[in-house]
C-alpha cells in the first residue's frame, strides 16, 4: 500500500512540475481539467509498472479514486482532493480478492 501511493505521489508531483515549468501555470488553470485525469491515469499506469501490479485493475482503481478528487477540485480544494485519491488509490492497489478455502487449508 505504502508503496504504491509513494510511486503515485512522486510520479503525479513529477509530472506536474516537468509540465508547470515550460508551460506556466495558466496552462493548468485552462486545461487543468483535461490534463490532470490523463496524467492522474497515466501515472497510475506507471506505478503499476513500477510496483507490479495489474494494469487492469490499476487503472480501474486510479478511475475510481480520482471520483473523490475530481469532486474535491470543483469544491475548490484541490489539494484535498489528491491526498484523499492517492489514499484510496493505495487502498484499492492493497486489496487482494481472498482466497478461496482451498488454497487457505493448503
Known sequence: MICAAAAQAVLVGTLSVALVIPLGSGFFKHWGWIIGPIAWLVCALGTALIVRLPYRRTFVG???AGIPSGIAV?????????VVAIGLFAVWCAWRAPLPMAALDA
Not at 470543483?74 to 484535498?80: C, S
Open 62 to 64: 486510479a478511475l475510481l
Open 74 to 82: 470543483l469544491a475548490g480544494e484541490h489539494t484535498l482532493g489528491e
